[in-house]
């Protein structure tokens, strides 16, 4: 770590920039109050109508929590189907280094040859 | 699971390159069958292994059942000398272990992982059962 008293250069940047941003927004702020202040007086603006009153109080939210739900659901789109033990498998089998003639001939084997007899290898359940 | 294809094209690929990386450090042939058996899946394991023909000496088939919650692995008479038993018995404990936490792709390329290091030892020729 670096002696004390002696701030690394990213941190002063993030302090001066930080000082500037406040600094700027309290001016902002400032000079907007006496100019938001003169649109309050008068009479107030016409009525809501049913369709208006509807989109905001109703239709926002449902946009909202419909954008909420398919960020949250997102991941999962992207990365496909997932196994669940337990469940049932609809899935279709899938061979990795299939032989030719694949699953029917293998089905059609009768008699094992001595290099698989002979040979061993394990099994495991969960 | 919905019906149709069990792995995504990115999962697949990843187990294809498992499998590349595994017979490339061993030499050994390694074939993986997911799906659906009926009856008992070890004779069916060992039927599938038997199709691999000339290569069935050298090979290596892992069968994953993920209705029954089984994993067979059958290894061919020359395979069984570099990846024995008790090597195939640790991977397939440790892929039954991610397929039960739902992850069957990590499960098969760690497995796959797994039995290439130990086949890639070089097989002992020789052992003093006294020492």
Request: aromatic share 6%.
């Amino acid at each position: 770590m670096n002696a004390p008293g002696r701030p690394r250069p990213f941190v002063r940047l993030a302090a001066a920039v930080t000082t500037a941003a406040t600094g700027g927004i309290a001016t902002l702020l400032l000079a907007a109050g006496p100019v938001a202040a003169v649109g309050e007086r008068g009479t107030p603006g016409g009525k809501l109508s049913a369709a208006e009153t509807f989109a905001i109080f109703v239709g926002a939210p449902v946009a909202a929590a419909a954008i909420i739900a398919f960020l949250v659901v997102l991941p999962s789109m992207v990365r496909g189907p997932r196994y669940r033990p337990g469940r049932s498998w609809a899935s279709a089998s899938r061979w990795f280094g299939e032989p030719a003639g694949g699953e029917v001939a293998a089905e059609a084997i009768t008699s094992l040859p001595p290099a698989t007899v002979e040979g061993g290898g394990a099994s495991a359940r969960w | 699971m919905p019906a149709g294809e069990a792995f995504t094209a990115h999962q697949a690929l990843q187990v294809r390159q498992a499998i590349a990386a595994a017979e490339a450090e061993t030499g050994l042939t390694f074939s993986v069958y997911v799906g659906r058996v009926h009856g008992d899946p070890r004779p069916y394991a060992m039927q599938l292994h038997a199709a691999l023909a000339d290569q069935a000496d050298r090979g290596v088939l892992v069968l994953i059942e993920p209705e029954a919650r089984r994993v067979e692995v059958v290894t061919g008479e020359t395979a069984r000398r570099r990846l024995d038993d008790r090597a195939a018995g640790l991977a397939s404990l440790s892929m039954a272990t991610s397929f039960a936490g739902g992850d069957l792709t990590g499960g098969i390329t760690n497995g796959l992982r797994m039995m290439a290091q130990a086949a890639a030892r070089p097989p002992v020729l020789h052992q003093h059962d006294s020492d």
